[in-house]
């Protein structure tokens, strides 16, 4: 079955620091996948997808995401994460060409002044 | 440009009374429709969706039913709600182009009580 795990429950950061989110998955094929951002009380917002080709792909708000098949992961990075950046984060596998979506856990992040 | 407007934003509701949550998009034509619970702490949970009027998928057999009367309107419901159904309730569309991206909602807060 489809799954998507996010190992990091809560994470904290120094604003100005770097930031690394896990996410694995387990599907059979080549996956479609998403980054998603939530702000408490909010609704998702998409930060970044992959479909094909380039494994590095760049999203909003200065995110970016690496794919690698060999390790079934996809993690968000960001260089230098700012104060707004403290939310939700989920990552997400499409299936069926995008028609369903599987969505891990989330991790919180929480950015110290 | 695409909306998606969802209401109401907060219901507190006792046990075994019934529940409409109201989803509408507006500026897209046969979109897919979603209808997402997140319990706290937790991901997304995929409850049904409709790829078009009539035509309901659901993901998870439980107290809650969907409707797609019109084609940019998704209605969650149930007959007599359960302690269990309190969470904050996500609509999303997708576009038929089947970019991959969901777009959501501000979420409905459901407390049973």
């Known amino acids: 079955a489809q799954s998507v795990t996010q190992p990091d429950i809560h994470i904290t950061v120094s604003e100005g620091a770097s930031l690394e989110l896990r996410c694995n998955y387990s599907?059979?094929?080549?996956?479609?996948l998403f980054w998603y951002v939530q702000s408490p009380g909010q609704g998702l917002q998409l930060l970044l997808k992959?479909?094909?080709?380039?494994?590095l792909v760049q999203g909003i708000k200065g995110f970016e995401a690496e794919f690698k098949r060999s390790q079934s992961s996809f993690n968000l990075r960001k260089p230098s994460v700012h104060w707004s950046d403290a939310a939700e984060y989920f990552c997400?596998?499409?299936?069926?060409?995008?028609?369903?979506?599987?969505f891990g856990p989330g991790t919180r992040l929480s950015v110290l002044p | 440009s695409q909306t998606i407007h969802q209401w109401p934003a907060t219901l507190v509701q006792p046990v075994g009374s019934p529940l409409s949550l109201e989803c509408t998009v507006e500026?897209?034509?046969?979109?897919?429709l979603y209808w997402y619970r997140q319990a706290a702490g937790r991901g997304l949970q995929l409850l049904f969706y409709s790829v078009g009027i009539g035509q309901i998928s659901s993901e998870v057999p439980q107290n809650l039913s969907a409707s797609r009367p019109q084609d940019r309107q998704f209605i969650l419901s149930s007959k007599k709600l359960l302690l269990s159904d309190s969470g904050f309730y996500l609509c999303?569309?997708?576009?038929?182009?089947?970019?991959?991206?969901?777009?959501f909602g501000e979420g409905s807060r459901l407390t049973v009580l």
């Open positions: 992959y479909f094909s080709g380039d494994t």
């Open positions: 999303a569309w997708m576009g038929q182009e089947n970019t991959g991206e969901l777009f």
């Open positions: 599907y059979g094929a080549t996956p479609y």
């Open positions: 997400a596998v499409g299936l069926n060409y995008g028609q369903n979506f599987v």
């Open positions: 500026g897209t034509s046969n979109p897919n």
